[in-house]
């Protein structure tokens, strides 16, 4: 039987309405009936202004819950009959599939204050990956860099150079930093379409932690090739390298339940798409054109530059004609989750911000309606948390106000037409809750029956029921913690609190420190202590139904400390548990990472006394390091002369009292002033060592230890 491409150019806009208006039922069928018990519940005891609130919030809360059961089940049902016919990935024919990709090709990094190791080795393996795959000989690789930390940016540098002689990539790694880190990373990726998008047809976007193989990168551009009416196409990324308790329960949960999830996802999105940030192909003349930022009237936290940009480059793309796909089943695609809870609800307050940004945007002209969806449940997504903490705090005043959860109404239900009472009508309500909660979960193992290779992969049905277990009484216990943490953040937001953009930490880097668990979960701790009194004064019911919610509040400390623990997460994955097919049968540029990031740890450390400011030192001490710095610098104007004798004050105090003499503002401008560098490291060497601080004077003892660098850059590796 010959293959019959899907093409999207010619998807029938009335067939997709029709997928979505098949969703909207089955999104009502499920949510309608619940809406109604809980409306009949209110109705036996009488309808008051509590009541009615606590209804809308209910069938809000429930919509959402019930459009995430819509779409793992149409997904299910989906991938039983051999997955979803329109989607991008079928629109290739075997032939176009062994076709190289000619057009040039960017693959862009941006990083800020990254762990350097993670970052170069990450950019090590999709180069090697992509060039031994050797269809797309035409790409060329940008690691972006807004990196304010001198540390961090002397090591970029250094390392940078140091990969490009390994690999003989003179010409096809590029390093850029940005002097001024505007917009973010936004910014970042706007200031390369302006300075080399015109020699480029597509740009494959990554974040620091993301890992592709080369297939999947030139899978990624066939796909843009064969399909010239695209202008995005965001892979599906699946977690990987997961070291602490909570990193390999997110990618445990995301790798068992995320295909179904997607497939569902694809099924009513189609070629409006959303675009995720990293892990994407962009068709950068259009891209160019058409996706640059609007400025949203007003200041902060919802005016001013937006945050989260990817969601708004898809609808200005899809404004302009171009469509957005999910590549939902594409291999070689990969990304790492944070360690610890608390990295985890940083991440989150970030994204919160961004998207309650969009509010300003849900009714913009010109939008997909499919666009402002997208908007208004990325702004549902975070603002559920206080409509949760409302509607259990409305539960308690109306258990209050009726006299405790046990009441028995006289009111017939139904008008008499359903015979049952108020206790029966209100548990059947609770069991059908959970039920749909928990569908998912139940949905993605009936899924995985058919595929005993993908059951083996998670360590068999043993180890995957027991992860699935593990996995929801942690989780159940953990969202309440979530939802008060989101609720602060949008309390925060609207005070115009601003926020803090720094690197997330991952890996080995995200293991919990318990001052810090500590001082992020006692007031919730102490909440839930006063939240189990109250409402055990209520009624005796509702303390034992809400005890999940309160039992996770009141252990929040130990739960944090132990999910994010290496240690325990290692005795996990030791005894099987949260194994993923990723971890039974790794991708060789995950082994590759993963050994080469064992080797890294296993290398030399600069001694703890120089540890703080070692990128200064590097900078300032090591003649290779100091002459890579320079040449990567910015010409400058000649400075006035009260620039330059301020330059000149803070180069001899940095040499004669060391670094912590200076602020860091000041160290960050010395290291920015191409002129300083030079004639510090002309005055380091030249100088008696009486005349240097103590500083200095055991950096230069140790400088055979601390400058490994000149002797492996040019060496290349085999």
Same mark, same amino acid.
């Given at each position: 039987?010959?293959?019959?491409?899907?093409?999207?150019?010619?998807?029938?806009?009335?067939?997709?309405?029709?997928?979505?208006?098949?969703?909207?039922?089955?999104?009502?069928?499920?949510?309608?009936?619940?809406?109604?018990?809980?409306?009949?519940?209110?109705?036996?005891?009488?309808?008051?202004?509590?009541?009615?609130?606590?209804?809308?919030?209910?069938?809000?809360?429930?919509?959402?819950?019930?459009?995430?059961?819509?779409?793992?089940?149409?997904?299910?049902?989906?991938?039983?009959?051999?997955?979803?016919?329109?989607?991008?990935?079928?629109?290739?024919?075997?032939?176009?599939?062994?076709?190289?990709?000619?057009?040039?090709?960017?693959?862009?990094?941006?990083?800020?204050?990254?762990?350097?190791?993670?970052?170069?080795?990450?950019?090590?393996?999709?180069?090697?990956?992509?060039?031994?795959?050797?269809?797309?000989?035409?790409?060329?690789?940008?690691?972006?860099?807004?990196?304010?930390?001198?540390?961090?940016?002397?090591?970029?540098?250094?390392?940078?150079?140091?990969?490009?002689?390994?690999?003989?990539?003179?010409?096809?790694?590029?390093?850029?930093?940005?002097?001024?880190?505007?917009?973010?990373?936004?910014?970042?990726?706007?200031?390369?379409?302006?300075?080399?998008?015109?020699?480029?047809?597509?740009?494959?976007?990554?974040?620091?932690?993301?890992?592709?193989?080369?297939?999947?990168?030139?899978?990624?551009?066939?796909?843009?090739?064969?399909?010239?009416?695209?202008?995005?196409?965001?892979?599906?990324?699946?977690?990987?390298?997961?070291?602490?308790?909570?990193?390999?329960?997110?990618?445990?949960?995301?790798?068992?339940?995320?295909?179904? !999830?997607?497939?569902?996802?694809?099924?009513?999105?189609?070629?409006?798409?959303?675009?995720?940030?990293?892990?994407?192909?962009?068709?950068?003349?259009?891209?160019?054109?058409?996706?640059?930022?609007?400025?949203?009237?007003?200041?902060?936290?919802?005016?001013?530059?937006?945050?989260?940009?990817?969601?708004?480059?898809?609808?200005?793309?899809?404004?302009?004609?171009?469509?957005?796909?999910?590549?939902?089943?594409?291999?070689?695609? /990969?990304?790492?989750?944070?360690?610890?809870?608390?990295? =985890?609800?940083?991440?989150?307050?970030?994204?919160?911000?961004?998207?309650?940004?969009?509010?300003?945007?849900?009714?913009?002209?010109?939008?997909?309606?499919?666009?402002?969806?997208?908007?208004?449940?990325?702004?549902?997504?975070?603002?559920?948390?206080?409509?949760?903490?409302?509607?259990?705090?409305?539960?308690?005043?109306?258990?209050?106000?009726?006299?405790?959860?046990?009441?028995?109404?006289?009111?017939?239900?139904?008008?008499?037409?359903?015979?049952?009472?108020?206790?029966?009508?209100?548990?059947?309500?609770?069991? =059908?809750?959970?039920?749909?909660?928990?569908?998912?979960?139940?949905?993605?193992?009936?899924?995985?029956?058919?595929?005993?290779?993908?059951?083996?992969?998670?360590?068999?049905?043993?180890?995957?029921?027991?992860?699935?277990?593990?996995?929801?009484?942690?989780?159940?216990?953990?969202?309440?913690?979530?939802?008060?943490?989101?609720?602060?953040?949008?309390?925060?937001?609207?005070?115009?609190?601003?926020?803090?953009?720094?690197?997330?930490?991952?890996?080995?880097?995200?293991?919990?420190?318990?001052?810090?668990?500590?001082?992020?979960?006692?007031?919730?701790?102490?909440?839930?202590?006063?939240?189990?009194?109250?409402?055990?004064?209520?009624?005796?019911?509702?303390?034992?139904?809400? !005890?999940?919610?309160?039992?996770?509040?009141?252990?929040?400390?130990?739960?944090? /400390?132990?999910?994010?623990?290496?240690?325990?997460?290692?005795?996990?994955?030791?005894?099987?548990?949260?194994?993923?097919?990723?971890?039974?049968?790794?991708?060789?540029?995950?082994?590759?990472?993963?050994?080469?990031?064992?080797?890294?740890?296993?290398?030399?450390?600069?001694?703890?006394?120089?540890?703080?400011?070692?990128?200064?030192?590097?900078?300032?001490?090591?003649?290779?390091?100091?002459?890579?710095?320079?040449?990567?610098?910015?010409?400058?104007?000649?400075?006035?002369?009260?620039?330059?004798?301020? =330059?000149?004050?803070?180069?001899?105090?940095?040499?004669?009292?060391?670094?912590?003499?200076?602020?860091?503002?000041?160290?960050?401008?010395?290291?920015?002033?191409?002129?300083?560098?030079?004639?510090?490291?002309?005055?380091?060497?030249?100088?008696?060592?009486?005349?240097?601080?103590?500083?200095?004077?055991?950096?230069?003892?140790?400088?055979?230890?601390?400058?490994?660098?000149?002797?492996?850059? =040019?060496?290349?590796?085999?």
């Amino acid at each position: 039987m010959n293959f019959v491409p899907f093409d999207p150019a010619a998807l029938d806009p009335k067939a997709a309405t029709r997928r979505r208006h098949r969703l909207i039922t089955v999104v009502v069928a499920i949510a309608g009936p619940a809406t109604l018990v809980m409306a009949d519940l209110h109705g036996r005891t009488g309808f008051d202004a509590w009541k009615l609130l606590h209804l809308l919030l209910f069938a809000v809360l429930f919509g959402l819950v019930a459009l995430g059961a819509a779409q793992v089940l149409i997904g299910y049902f989906l991938r039983r009959r051999g997955g979803d016919p329109c989607r991008i990935t079928l629109s290739l024919t075997p032939d176009e599939a062994e076709r190289p990709v000619l057009a040039r090709t960017a693959i862009v990094m941006p990083v800020c204050n990254e762990e350097v190791g993670r970052v170069i080795e990450g950019l090590r393996v999709i180069y090697e990956s992509a060039r031994s795959n050797g269809k797309l000989p035409d790409c060329d690789f940008f690691l972006l860099s807004d990196s304010d930390d001198p540390n961090r940016w002397i090591e970029e540098e250094a390392a940078w150079l140091a990969l490009t002689h390994s690999l003989g990539a003179q010409g096809r790694i590029f390093y850029r930093r940005r002097r001024a880190g505007i917009n973010k990373k936004s910014g970042n990726l706007a200031d390369f379409c302006r300075r080399w998008g015109s020699h480029y047809r597509y740009m494959v976007v990554l974040d620091a932690d993301s890992i592709m193989t080369g297939d999947a990168v030139v899978r990624l551009a066939q796909l843009m090739e064969r399909n010239r009416h695209v202008g995005i196409i965001q892979g599906v990324p699946v977690l990987v390298n997961g070291a602490t308790v909570l990193a390999r329960l997110q990618q445990f949960a995301s790798r068992l339940y995320g295909p179904v !999830s997607a497939t569902g996802l694809n099924y009513w999105q189609l070629g409006e798409a959303n675009y995720w940030g990293h892990n994407a192909i962009i068709r950068l003349a259009p891209f160019i054109r058409h996706c640059s930022l609007p400025e949203l009237p007003g200041e902060g936290p919802f005016g001013g530059r937006i945050m989260s940009h990817d969601y708004v480059e898809a609808a200005l793309m899809r404004r302009a004609g171009w469509q957005v796909w999910l590549a939902t089943d594409m291999a070689g695609n /990969y990304e790492e989750s944070p360690g610890n809870l608390i990295e =985890f609800a940083q991440r989150d307050r970030r994204w919160l911000q961004g998207n309650l940004q969009h509010a300003l945007l849900v009714g913009a002209k010109g939008f997909h309606a499919v666009n402002r969806v997208h908007f208004a449940l990325g702004i549902l997504a975070y603002v559920a948390s206080p409509l949760w903490l409302a509607f259990l705090t409305v539960s308690a005043v109306i258990v209050y106000r009726v006299g405790g959860a046990a009441a028995q109404p006289a009111g017939a239900s139904f008008a008499g037409l359903v015979p049952w009472d108020y206790s029966t009508q209100a548990v059947t309500l609770s069991l =059908f809750t959970l039920g749909m909660l928990f569908l998912p979960k139940a949905v993605a193992l009936c899924d995985l029956r058919r595929n005993p290779d993908e059951v083996a992969a998670f360590g068999g049905w043993g180890d995957l029921l027991a992860g699935v277990l593990l996995e929801t009484i942690i989780f159940t216990l953990l969202a309440p913690v979530l939802m008060l943490f989101h609720t602060k953040f949008i309390v925060l937001t609207v005070c115009r609190q601003k926020i803090a953009w720094g690197p997330q930490r991952r890996g080995q880097e995200g293991e919990a420190v318990f001052a810090e668990t500590f001082a992020a979960h006692w007031g919730h701790t102490l909440l839930g202590i006063a939240g189990l009194i109250i409402v055990n004064r209520i009624d005796s019911t509702l303390a034992l139904w809400m !005890s999940p919610i309160l039992a996770g509040l009141i252990g929040s400390i130990p739960l944090s /400390y132990f999910t994010g623990s290496l240690s325990v997460g290692t005795a996990l994955r030791t005894q099987g548990l949260f194994k993923t097919p990723e971890e039974s049968r790794p991708a060789p540029e995950l082994i590759e990472l993963a050994a080469r990031l064992s080797a890294r740890r296993r290398g030399p450390r600069p001694l703890p006394e120089l540890a703080a400011n070692y990128g200064l030192l590097q900078a300032v001490l090591d003649p290779y390091v100091n002459a890579v710095h320079i040449s990567l610098l910015h010409a400058k104007d000649e400075l006035p002369p009260a620039s330059e004798e301020r =330059f000149l004050s803070l180069r001899e105090t940095l040499l004669r009292e060391g670094p912590e003499a200076l602020s860091p503002a000041d160290r960050l401008a010395l290291l920015m002033d191409a002129n300083s560098m030079n004639a510090l490291h002309g005055s380091l060497w030249s100088s008696p060592a009486a005349r240097l601080a103590g500083w200095w004077r055991l950096a230069l003892q140790h400088y055979d230890v601390i400058a490994p660098l000149p002797e492996t850059a =040019f060496t290349t590796q085999k």
